[in-house]
């Protein structure tokens, strides 16, 4: 694909219908090569809102009714188109988003195999029985799909966020309106793509490109029964509050400032590889990515100098050429957004390590570049607290194992933490004392398989965890049923 590859036209899915919008014009852009259109068309305006939570719930009793075998086999059809297209639709996602091409077409892979396990739900016990106390009477728990959903989803895992969220929807038998961001209009079509060619029924899954003034309606919707959604805690919030009105279950993945701590035992080459990839991988912008470090004082000298010395050779560009380790952030505006959020707190590090803050002009021009930043701090910073959502790693040493542990839980948000040592002591203290949702040791703070629960705590999170099995929780809903004969009097 080259830089003269067409720009795709923008389709909403409605009932089964491509349509184009009724909405304001959207210019979908490379954020490496400014000026270089990847998609344009209109967006949904509200009427197209209407019409896809109506098909949705049209589409819903039929669709529910479908031996859930059945609905499996749908999804599993639609892993096995995402794999033969995985280097096409992941070098879109890397010219629409920014993240390298490995990284594209890992992410395609890696929503196929979201696609295949929650397919493959359907092939396993779905409910539980318990034993009753009385006699001759079973208790069963049936799990029931839910209604519709509306699933609302961010810029920087254009594919596997919304595979992970759609898949377990459409598994358990509900139907789905789904608004993912505006600026990652592309493969989300692709998504839609591989699902009806798979043979999912008209109005089952509905797609609105759309702004986040319509997501909010969607999410308000009367005809929509639940929510998911990921993204910023600021907007996240907003839906928690929108759906508390309407007593509307709403599971949402929020925020994080997820840190790693390289303890004095550490294998300090393998922490840097580690850290670094965290850090600076889709150039930080994944709610697990490490944005905060903090290293023991017998190791900071030394591990700092090989952390710093790595980093500054990163190769960052444009994500297109296989060579590059680093490309853009996904719009000139989160670039701008970013440096000033460095403007703001240039006084507060104690070292800038590597990067920093005032990229070359020639950079700048050339896209949405940021250059991976690594500061050290020692007093209160906001570097510390707010999550920049870029490849910027904030920096504190530390006396001990404990003081490294306390730090990593001052933050107001939970969702991942890496911890760097082989001495089972502080594992034990790190299981015990760390407050999040995922726990890396001797891994970096990202990463999520399809079959293992997913999500954090405190300001991270709002309802039930993500994939694997504990997805049942929130994309169904249960009956208890006592069951007994009539001859089973008491
Ligand atoms: C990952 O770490 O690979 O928005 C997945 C996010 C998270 C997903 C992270 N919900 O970045």
């Given amino acids: 694909m080259t830089a003269n590859t067409p720009s795709a036209s923008l389709r909403h899915l409605v009932a089964g219908q491509w349509r184009t919008g009724s909405g304001a014009q959207l210019i979908d852009v490379n954020p490496a090569r400014p000026g270089e259109i990847v998609a344009e068309g209109l967006l949904a305006g509200a009427g197209e809102l209407d019409a896809a939570v109506g098909a949705a719930r049209e589409a819903f009793p039929r669709w529910s009714a479908t031996p859930h075998p059945v609905r499996g086999r749908i999804l599993g059809r639609a892993a096995d188109l995402l794999d033969q297209r995985a280097q096409e639709w992941g070098t879109e996602l890397s010219r629409e988003e920014g993240k390298t091409v490995a990284e594209g077409i890992g992410e395609v892979r890696r929503a196929a195999e979201i696609l295949r396990f929650s397919g493959s739900e359907g092939l396993r016990p779905v409910g539980e029985v318990f034993a009753s106390p009385r006699e001759g009477e079973q208790i069963q728990v049936l799990h029931k799909p839910v209604g519709v959903f509306a699933v609302v989803t961010p810029f920087n895992f254009p594919i596997a966020i919304p595979a992970w969220k759609i898949a377990p929807a459409l598994s358990y038998g509900n139907t789905v309106v789904w608004k993912p961001a505006s600026v990652v209009p592309l493969l989300a079509i692709r998504l839609a793509e591989a699902l009806v060619t798979a043979g999912l029924p008209d109005g089952v899954l509905n797609l609105l490109l759309t702004t986040g003034d319509l997501g909010g309606r969607l999410v308000d919707h009367p005809g929509i029964d639940a929510v998911t959604f990921t993204g910023s805690t600021e907007v996240g919030t907003r839906l928690i509050e929108i759906c508390g009105r309407r007593a509307r279950p709403i599971q949402t993945e929020m925020g994080g400032k997820n840190a790693a701590a390289v303890l004095a035992d550490a294998d300090l080459d393998l922490a840097a590889a580690e850290v670094m990839a965290g850090a600076f991988r889709s150039a930080g912008q994944k709610c697990t990515a490490t944005s905060r470090l903090v290293v023991a004082d017998a190791v900071a000298g030394e591990f700092l100098a090989m952390l710093a010395d790595r980093t500054a050779a990163l190769n960052v560009g444009d994500p297109l050429s296989p060579e590059i380790q680093m490309g853009p952030v996904v719009t000139a505006s989160a670039r701008d957004?970013?440096?000033?959020?460095?403007?703001?707190?240039?006084?507060?590090?104690?070292?800038?390590?590597?990067?920093?803050?005032?990229?070359?002009?020639?950079?700048?021009?050339?896209?949405?570049?940021?250059?991976?930043?690594?500061?050290?701090?020692?007093?209160?910073?906001?570097?510390?607290?707010?999550?920049?959502?870029?490849?910027?790693?904030?920096?504190?040493?530390?006396?001990?194992?404990?003081?490294?542990?306390?730090?990593?839980?001052?933050?107001?948000?939970?969702?991942?933490?890496?911890?760097?040592?082989?001495?089972?002591?502080?594992?034990?203290?790190?299981?015990?004392?760390?407050?999040?949702?995922?726990?890396?040791?001797?891994?970096?703070?990202?990463?999520?398989?399809?079959?293992?629960?997913?999500?954090?705590?405190?300001?991270?999170?709002?309802?039930?965890?993500?994939?694997?099995?504990?997805?049942?929780?929130?994309?169904?809903?249960?009956?208890?049923?006592?069951?007994?004969?009539?001859?089973?009097?008491?």
């Fill in 337 to 490: 957004r970013i440096q000033a959020a460095l403007d703001a707190t240039e006084r507060d590090p104690v070292r800038v390590l590597t990067g920093g803050y005032r990229y070359p002009d020639e950079f700048r021009q050339a896209g949405a570049f940021l250059p991976p930043t690594i500061v050290e701090l020692e007093g209160e910073s906001e570097l510390w607290h707010e999550e920049l959502f870029g490849p910027v790693l904030a920096v504190r040493r530390v006396r001990d194992d404990q003081a490294a542990l306390d730090l990593v839980n001052e933050s107001p948000f939970g969702l991942s933490a890496a911890v760097f040592t082989d001495n089972l002591r502080a594992v034990r203290a790190a299981v015990e004392q760390l407050d999040v949702g995922v726990l890396h040791i001797n891994s970096e703070t990202a990463g999520a398989d399809p079959h293992v629960p997913f999500g954090g705590t405190k300001q991270s999170a709002f309802g039930p965890k993500e994939q694997g099995r504990a997805a049942r929780e929130f994309f169904t809903t249960t009956t208890t049923v006592y069951l007994r004969g009539s001859s089973a009097r008491p």
